[in-house]
């Protein structure tokens, strides 16, 4: 699977943003899909997660009540909606996708799209 990553940008501490990841390739509902973030100097990180059908989400505690995961399996896309902002979210998000089991490490998941820049100024 072949994903595409999209919607970042600069906004002010408070302000909003969207993240879209288009997949293309194989059957996207057979992914579960994640979001995860790198600042500079900092090893990746989790922030949300999704199931193949979507019931399944879980989050980073640093975002949670903040950012909301969903996903489209006929638009072959997951969303990150990112509200409340701080300067601490600013970092590069990937998206990425799995078919093995549930976790939170970046080891788990085998395809990743690039990078969206997300920068939070205070």
């Known amino acids: 699977v072949q994903l595409q990553a999209s919607g970042g940008g600069l906004v002010q501490a408070g302000g909003s943003l969207r993240l879209s990841c288009a997949a293309s390739?194989?059957?996207?509902?057979?992914?579960?899909m994640g979001w995860f973030r790198q600042a500079p100097g900092k090893e990746r990180e989790f922030v949300a997660s999704?199931?193949?059908?979507?019931?399944?989400?879980d989050y980073a505690d640093s975002v949670k009540g903040r950012f909301t995961i969903s996903r489209d399996n006929v638009k072959n896309t997951v969303y990150l909606q990112m509200n409340n902002l701080k300067p601490e979210d600013t970092a590069s998000y990937y998206c990425?996708?799995?078919?093995?089991?549930?976790?939170?490490?970046?080891?788990?998941?085998?395809?990743w799209g690039q990078g969206t820049q997300v920068t939070v100024s205070s």
């Open positions: 390739g194989r059957i996207f509902s057979s992914y579960r």
């Open positions: 999704i199931s193949r059908s979507g019931v399944n989400i």
């Open positions: 990425a996708a799995s078919n093995g089991l549930w976790t939170t490490s970046t080891e788990g998941y085998g395809y």
